[in-house]
């Protein structure tokens, strides 16, 4: 075993060794999360893409058109051109014959034309990238999106109003107030948690069914107003850690528990009922399954979750279409994700973990 | 730190009661009419419903000849289980279950651990970036994966290729649509993700120092210290996915109809109930698997919350 003598070597190697490993794990992770997030990639890439290239087996992955020259007025097909001497050159076709065909260098025009012999056909065409914009104002027209935009946007603010103020009053009911069977409603509260959707989906249909909400956006808002088990548990973790001295001095000055929730909790809560809004409005946005079952007959009210679905349906052999509407479906999501994420993600960790 | 689940304790089902004083009653009554829209909420959508779907499982309701309900008995539930197409649902969900639990545990654990390491640079635009697909849409990850995993098209085959392997028809094919699921599974982790990262970061330092002292290695740590602390958060992961799984239904009903293509390979039991309920409105039927449904997640939930003592580690009751 070898003594280090050298003290300053050795720092140095060991800041070097720190070093070398921060950068190979970010490395690392950084290819990790490329290729987590690659299909995003594919999505955008694909969105773009020109129908003619859907087809072709040959087409490379960047969004490209078939390379044209414009010759003395004429718009000439570019082909990759192999010549006796080993050579690829990129030529504009001239004049197409069976057996031999006449081409001229788009860099060389001096040159002049010149005599190819082998057919034409088995050439390969050559590719110039080129995104097609116009897939999105496709998209968005064939959607309808600002349509699903409105109905997506009522829907999904008027539902998070009823989460909000529901699940307030129920989590400062949970976390202020002594009342007999509390932690039975608690626990009750959590157990809805794990209770299967399916198990109360059937009678509730029915009951929609029967007063005439099928077909309308009531069965998408309305129960929204009674509170669920996430955000309360969220809202609740969230008020004890304020001080209870806070209401304990505001209620000694007379007020009520109404001025005590707007004046005292609600104030200091900022960031949690800003995740709980998000929450719901996300959650609603990607709602597929109830938008399905209670609209899929009304097409005027649909929401974007199930406007899209149809809308692919139809363009079942035309990926660049189905991916430009996967894309204008996620964005407004994304952005807000992005804009609010710290927030957003702290409200995730609050609604399963207690610290 | 603990999970949700630790408010089930023996200790929060006592019920006391007792006379109480002016006061007391007075902000009982206060606390209740701010719990009522939860209570109310509760019995119209959870408590009734359920007993409602009880109760319909021994009728022959169906929404399209609603005049003419009978009572059924057990009929539904012996129709149910005479029925060799229930027989395929229940087998392709628990076969999914069994390939996909494993993955929806162990990944989001992983993902933690990275983002947890000291060394790792920029990890809050990691976090960030590792989270994101979990707020995509479902129908758009559904349309964004096809596409990837289109056999000719797809970079998935195109990357395979590249490296000599020819790729197979994913999500047209038997034995290629359950790897294809959990490929598309693998963007839903983003929460339970977070959930074990901010578990992880509450680890006190002084355990891993000791570790450290006792002269143990990056693995042993992980596996002594790092694993039974965030146990809570695996088994409530582990809880909410098992029941998760039995309604599985959306991803493979977008990815390829309602039907169970390929060959009954998608034949889930959210899809077959999904089809009995809304697609022939037989409410009768639907709501017998519904019941047989939750009845085998009672079970599922009560054997997972019985083994928890011998794997969960509450480092709070020990305190």
Not at chain 1, 90 to 104: D, P, Y
Not at chain 1, 256 to 261: F, W
Not at chain 2, 108 to 126: D, G, H, V, Y
Request: glycine share 6%.
């Amino acid at each position: 075993m070898a003594i280090r003598t050298d003290r300053s070597t050795t720092l140095l190697s060991n800041r070097m060794r720190v070093f070398l490993f921060s950068a190979s794990l970010t490395l690392f992770a950084l290819i990790i999360i490329s290729t987590y997030l690659s299909p995003f990639g594919y999505m955008t890439v694909t969105a773009i893409k020109d129908r003619s290239m859907i087809a072709d087996p040959n087409a490379p992955i960047l969004p490209s058109k078939e390379a044209t020259f414009n010759y003395e007025g004429q718009e000439l097909a570019v082909y990759l051109v192999p010549t006796e001497d080993g050579k690829v050159h990129e030529w504009a076709i001239l004049k197409k014959g069976r057996e031999e065909s006449t081409f001229i260098d788009p860099t060389n025009l001096e040159a002049g034309p010149t005599e190819w012999t082998g057919r034409w056909r088995t050439l390969e065409r050559v590719w110039s990238v080129s995104p097609v914009w116009e897939n999105f104002s496709e998209a968005w027209k064939g959607l309808n999106m600002p349509r699903l935009l409105r109905n997506t946007l009522v829907i999904a603010i008027t539902g998070s109003i009823g989460t909000l103020i529901s699940c307030i009053a129920v989590a400062y009911g949970f976390s202020r107030f002594r009342i007999p069977g509390k932690n039975i409603l608690f626990m009750a509260l959590i157990s809805t948690i794990i209770l299967p959707e399916f198990v109360t989906i059937v009678p509730t249909y029915v009951v929609f069914e029967r007063i005439g909400w099928i077909g309308t956006w009531l069965p998408l808002i309305i129960p929204h107003f009674f509170a669920n088990a996430y955000n309360v548990f969220l809202l609740r973790q969230f008020f004890m850690t304020i001080p209870k001295e806070l209401d304990e001095a505001a209620m000694i000055d007379g007020a009520s528990p109404m001025r005590i929730l707007f004046s005292v909790i609600l104030p200091q809560s900022i960031p949690a009922i800003v995740a709980v809004g998000m929450f719901h409005f996300m959650w609603s946005w990607n709602d597929f399954f109830q938008p399905l079952l209670y609209l899929s007959t009304e097409r005027e009210l649909q929401p974007i979750s199930i406007g899209i679905q149809l809308y692919n349906a139809r363009y079942f052999a035309q990926p660049h279409m189905i991916q430009a509407s996967s894309l204008l479906g996620l964005l407004v999501p994304i952005i807000i994700f992005f804009l609010a994420q710290r927030i957003f993600m702290q409200g995730i960790v609050f609604t399963g973990v207690e610290k | 730190m603990t999970t949700m689940f630790s408010e089930f304790t023996l200790r929060n089902l006592r019920f006391t009661r007792g006379k109480l004083s002016k006061l007391a009653r007075r902000e009982a009554n206060w606390g209740l009419l701010f719990l009522s829209p939860w209570i109310i909420g509760f019995f119209l959508w959870k408590f009734l419903p359920m007993i409602a779907s009880l109760v319909f499982s021994f009728t022959s309701f169906n929404l399209l000849h609603r005049e003419d309900v009978q009572w059924a008995g057990l009929e539904n539930y012996i129709r149910f289980f005479g029925d060799p197409l229930a027989g395929v649902a229940i087998k392709v969900s628990l076969t999914f279950a069994l390939i996909s639990l494993p993955i929806g545990i162990i990944q989001p654990i992983l993902m933690a651990a990275l983002l947890n390491q000291k060394s790792l640079r920029w990890k809050r635009i990691f976090t960030t970036l590792f989270y994101m697909p979990k707020i995509v849409p479902m129908v758009s990850v559904v349309y964004i994966w096809q596409g990837v995993l289109n056999a000719r098209t797809g970079w998935v085959n195109i990357a395979l290729e590249s490296i000599g392997i020819p790729g197979p028809d994913w999500i047209n094919t038997v034995a290629w649509i359950y790897p294809a699921l959990v490929l598309i599974g693998l963007w839903g982790v983003g929460d339970m993700m977070l959930y074990t990262l901010a578990t992880m970061q509450g680890i006190p330092t002084e355990l891993y120092e000791a570790a450290r002292v006792d002269g143990a290695g990056a693995f042993a740590t992980f596996w002594h210290i790092t694993i039974p602390m965030i146990t809570p958060i695996i088994f409530y992961n582990l809880v909410l996915s098992s029941i998760g799984i039995l309604m599985y239904f959306l991803v493979p009903y977008v990815l390829k109809g309602p039907n169970g293509d390929p060959g009954n390979a998608t034949w889930f039991y959210g899809m077959y109930l999904y089809k009995e309920a809304f697609a022939y409105s037989d409410m009768g039927m639907g709501a017998t698997m519904a019941w047989i449904l939750f009845l085998f997640a009672i079970v599922v939930t009560i054997i997972l919350f019985s083994t928890q003592k011998y794997w969960v580690f509450y480092a709070a009751e020990e305190v």
